[in-house]
């Protein structure tokens, strides 16, 4: 799928798992999907380091033109759902798909 | 004048020598050297009066900021003990921090509360607040020559405080001038943390005593964030850890030309994978020099020659290396410098004990010289590096078996999918716990770069006789079970 307008259209559960594969390579898969859902989906308590939240940012970065602040914004990078609030956001405002 | 007034009057004076040049810049604020020693004078007015004639140690917990260096150098002319605390560490390390050195007050990032509650008071003219808490009891007294404390690993929840004279702090600065070449039309934009040695030993002093320009790096170090603060500051050196160079060197869409007022790229606090190097160096153009130091001892060695891209460099002015052979055949890198820590404030005679005969201290590295350049191959064990933060598995494990249902716990470095190294847990017991649970548990307790991200439970921890972990049999174990099963198990499969 390319393109802003097929992005939008794309389903939060569609983003949501993308979002969560993108969390388990960001952490080098040390944090599963299953253990993100075990922990209803917030990195903190799923155990993803600093490290594991460098990456992320890269990749949110690289793939929705979505800078992430986490001193300016660290509701942004709380949980999954939050990612995908804040990726959607972005993508409305014009970012990449 | 007490010694860390000492340091603070060689911090006045070079601002006094650069006048009007840029000092440091953050986003959009910067100052000048004479505007930078302003700031000080007044910092330390106010901090006298709100700290008073009792309150001589104080804690900085927060992050790298222009406010964060203007309080620290504040601290030292005002006559005061400052201890950089990582702004990571958490109520647990902080109040070993308070109780162990003896630190009642902390300068804090204002924003959230402060960990250990307190009397938190705002500081005028800054966003730092300061917390006062009660004065431990029983606390060492810290040597009447140190000027500066900083932390690394400790085993008991409480990081092992350094403590540095004056002249060790000069030292480092001047090492690391004469060694790498810092001159006054320089602009350093650093990456790590100030409590760093990365940051401390290369981006403070060394900076402000030749005049050059410091550049604070704001907001995640993504690819794109860097190159960005890169151009920005029109930087001739970038000071920064391997994961950053990484990041760089995989940028699908890498602003080469950002690169090109830098004249050398510093990485130190873990090993640089090859690969990393050679990708970066040749779609940047820039070289990565090598910068080897211990917190216990300061700058170490430091790459010089362009085209050498391996090994860690040779040893900086005033410093020796050596390697020595142990009983195991296994060799050792040992150092010697001017501005090694005159000891650990709560741990007293442990940093002797770490000295051999002719005063080297023992790196706990495994690696060897050749033409004097130094080749780092293995740790001999001890403290996990985990992006130069180090971290002793003891105190993990210590958390892990307070755990109900755990009966023995092994802590260990590991290798995620993506190379780097990240702390493993090895579990055994008889109740049910899950990987969350465990890692809830932690959370809790540690600092977050302390929490095991791999969690593996196991029937029986295979240990010798003596009761040491035997690793490659524990390695193996682990290795079996992650491959019969990528999900977390609990306990009670195993009871």
């Known amino acids: ?97 | 004048m007490a010694d860390g007034q000492r340091l603070g009057a060689a911090f006045l004076a070079a601002c006094a020598r650069h006048g009007e040049r840029r000092a440091v810049v953050a986003g959009s604020e910067e100052l000048t050297y004479t505007r930078f020693a302003d700031l000080v004078r007044d910092r330390a007015d106010t901090l006298d009066a709100l700290l008073g004639p009792d309150l001589a140690n104080v804690g900085v917990h927060a992050a790298n900021s222009i406010d964060h260096l203007v309080s620290y150098y504040a601290l030292l002319v005002a006559g005061r003990l400052p201890f950089l605390i990582d702004a990571t560490f958490g109520a647990a390390e902080l109040d070993g921090i308070r109780t162990s050195c003896g630190v009642p007050a902390f300068l804090f990032g204002g924003k959230e509360p402060f960990p250990l509650g307190g009397d938190v008071r705002a500081v005028p003219d800054s966003a730092l607040s300061l917390a006062v808490l009660p004065a431990p009891a029983g606390a060492p007294e810290p040597r009447a020559s140190t000027a500066t404390c900083r932390f690394t690993s400790g085993t008991t929840g409480a990081p092992k405080c350094l403590e540095f004279t004056a002249d060790a702090v000069i030292a480092a600065a001047d090492t690391w001038v004469a060694g790498t070449g810092l001159g006054p039309g320089d602009r350093v934009l650093c990456l790590a943390g100030f409590t760093n040695g990365l940051a401390f030993n290369t981006s403070l002093l060394p900076v402000f005593t030749v005049g050059a320009e410091l550049h604070l790096y704001q907001g995640p170090p993504t690819s794109g964030g860097i190159s960005r603060a890169v151009s920005r500051a029109a930087a001739t050196r970038l000071v920064a850890f391997p994961l950053a160079y990484r990041l760089l060197a995989a940028a699908p869409r890498a602003d080469v030309d950002a690169f090109a007022t830098v004249t050398r790229a510093v990485s130190a606090a873990a090993v640089l994978d090859p690969e990393v190097r050679r990708g970066f160096e040749s779609l940047y153009g820039v070289r990565i020099a090598d910068y080897y130091g211990i917190a216990e001892t300061g700058p170490c060695t430091y790459e010089r020659e362009p085209d050498r891209s391996e090994g860690l460099g040779t040893a900086l002015p005033g410093v020796s290396v050596r390697s020595v052979e142990l009983p195991t055949g296994e060799t050792e890198v040992r150092v010697r410098t001017a501005s090694m820590a005159a000891g650990y404030l709560n741990a007293p005679g442990a940093l002797a004990e770490r000295l051999d005969a002719d005063g080297y201290y023992r790196t706990g590295d495994l690696g060897h010289l050749v033409d004097g350049r130094l080749f780092v191959t293995g740790r001999l064990g001890g403290p996990i590096n985990l992006a130069g933060r180090k971290i002793d598995p003891a105190e993990i494990e210590r958390t892990l078996l307070a755990l109900d249902g755990v009966t023995d716990a092994a802590v260990f470095a590991d290798t995620d999918a993506n190379g780097e190294t990240v702390l493993h847990a090895a579990l055994a017991g008889s109740g049910r716990i899950g990987r969350t649970e465990v890692v809830d548990a932690c959370r809790a307790r540690l600092a977050p770069f302390k929490v095991p991200g791999r969690v593996t439970f196991l029937p029986a921890i295979p240990r010798s006789t003596v009761g040491k972990a035997r690793m490659t049999e524990l390695r193996r174990l682990v290795q079996d079970v992650r491959a019969a099963d990528d999900h977390p198990q609990e306990l009670e499969e195993h009871a």
């Not at chain 1, 970065?61 to 949980?79: C, F, G, K, T, W």
């Not at chain 1, 939050?82 to 798909?97: M, Q, Y």
């Open chain 1, 1 to 97: 799928m390319t393109g802003t307008a097929n992005e939008a259209a794309r389903t939060d559960r569609d983003l949501r798992e993308e979002i969560e594969l993108l969390v388990e390579t960001a952490t080098g898969r040390v944090v599963t999907v299953a253990d993100l859902r075990a922990a209803d989906g917030e990195l903190d308590r799923a155990g993803v380091n600093s490290i594991g939240y460098i990456n992320l940012m890269e990749v949110l970065e690289q793939r929705y033109d979505a800078v992430i602040d986490p001193e300016a914004d660290p509701e942004h990078l709380y949980s999954v759902d939050s990612i995908v609030r804040f990726v959607r956001a972005r993508l409305a405002e014009g970012g990449r798909a």
